[in-house]
């Protein structure tokens, strides 16, 4: 089991930044994928960005160029920098892992999920 606790959400205007931060606990030892999805209410969870064991990086069009992804392994701690956030951004940030070094976009395939933080953007 990964236990996964988000946080860094809060209130920015546009154009500003925000680093979210995901602390993983647990069976922390094995070679995991990361990823960041966000959700809006009546709408799936969307992809963000997702990053291998080895640091492989993977990203949603929408985030390509404003959003960076990182993993501290020792730390057992993931990342998401983003910056030039736009109000269309604004909504919860799940931070989500899988026992696998195989990237994907589907929510469905990762077992373990943070509870979440809100990330509000103001016009």
């Known amino acids: 089991q990964v236990q996964l606790i988000e946080s860094g959400g809060g209130l920015v205007q546009a154009g500003g930044s925000l680093r979210l931060s995901c602390a993983a606990s647990?069976?922390?030892?094995?070679?995991?994928?990361m990823t960041w999805f966000r959700q809006v209410p009546g709408k799936e969870r969307e992809f963000v960005g997702g990053?291998?064991?080895?640091?492989?990086?993977g990203y949603a069009d929408s985030v390509k160029g404003r959003f960076t992804i990182s993993r501290d392994n020792a730390k057992s701690t993931l990342y998401l920098q983003m910056s030039s956030l736009k109000p269309e951004d604004t909504t919860v940030y799940y931070c989500?892992?899988?026992?696998?070094?195989?990237?994907?976009?589907?929510?469905?395939?990762?077992?373990?999920w943070g509870q979440g933080t809100q990330v509000t953007v103001s016009s």
């Open positions: 989500a892992a899988r026992v696998s070094e195989i990237l994907t976009t589907r929510a469905n395939d990762f077992s373990f």
């Open positions: 647990g069976r922390t030892s094995s070679s995991y994928t």
């Open positions: 990053i291998s064991w080895t640091g492989a990086t």
